[in-house]
């Protein structure tokens, strides 16, 4: 079900990417999944840096759906489909 839901939005989920610093992007506990230092990367590549401002609106919004389908990619990668 979330996998068509991700399908119809157009969108291809990457590979995880790899850690930015020395520490385990996912731990899952019981029925828990922790996530963390999600940025926005893509190809190995951070696609934005700085600071959101009225501005560069459009930057932080790409910004946040790159974090978005990097956070699913590492839940796939945890979770299985």
Do not use: H, W
């Not at 850690?19 to 019981?30: D, Q, R």
């Not at 893509?42 to 696609?47: A, F, R, S």
């Amino acid at each position: 079900m979330i996998e068509e839901k991700i399908k119809s939005l157009d969108i291809t989920l990457p590979n995880p990417p790899t850690p930015a610093g020395s520490y385990i992007p996912a731990v899952k506990t019981g029925n828990l999944l922790f996530i963390s230092g999600q940025i926005p990367m893509e190809d190995g590549k951070v696609l934005f840096t700085g600071k959101v401002s009225d501005d560069n609106l459009e930057t932080a919004q790409k910004s946040a759906r790159m974090c978005a389908i990097n956070l699913l990619a590492q839940m796939k990668r945890e979770l299985g489909n």
